[in-house]
């Protein structure tokens, strides 16, 4: 199983950016895939960013398009979330989440097909 280690996040005031980061370690197959989901207070838990290990396509949920940038490194096995135009809605704990089984070409990325969950960590938004 793939183990993930988050870091980022913190404290933000609207409009600003931060990044967040998300080591793997341990054994990737073909069809893996790597991201972020978030969880606003009261909220259910929302898809962010993916990206395809093998096809560096990346996918977006339709609030954070064009605000935020999923990238990956792959020597380092680490992704990253570049999160610009920040709102106090983005104010989340935010998931870093793996899968080794992710079809190539696939959009869908449920929660329930995760593998692996990091412990998350919390971005928060002030006016």
């Known amino acids: 199983q793939v183990q993930l280690v988050e870091s980022g996040g913190g404290l933000v005031q609207a409009g600003g950016s931060l990044r967040l980061s998300c080591a793997a370690s341990?054994?990737?197959?073909?069809?893996?895939?790597m991201g972020w989901f978030r969880q606003a207070p009261g909220a259910e838990r929302e898809f962010v960013a993916f990206?395809?290990?093998?096809?560096?396509?990346?996918y977006y949920g339709d609030s954070v398009k064009g605000r935020f940038t999923i990238s990956r490194d792959n020597a380092k096995n680490t992704v990253y979330l570049q999160m610009n135009s920040l709102k106090p809605e983005d104010t989340a704990v935010y998931y870093c989440?793996?899968?080794?089984?992710?079809?190539?070409?696939?959009?869908?990325?449920?929660?329930?097909?995760?593998?692996?969950w990091g412990k998350g960590t919390l971005v928060t938004v002030s006016l």
């Open positions: 989440a793996a899968s080794n089984n992710i079809p190539y070409g696939s959009d869908y990325f449920p929660e329930a097909g995760m593998d692996s």
């Open positions: 990206v395809s290990w093998s096809s560096g396509r990346t």
């Open positions: 341990g054994r990737t197959s073909s069809r893996f895939a």
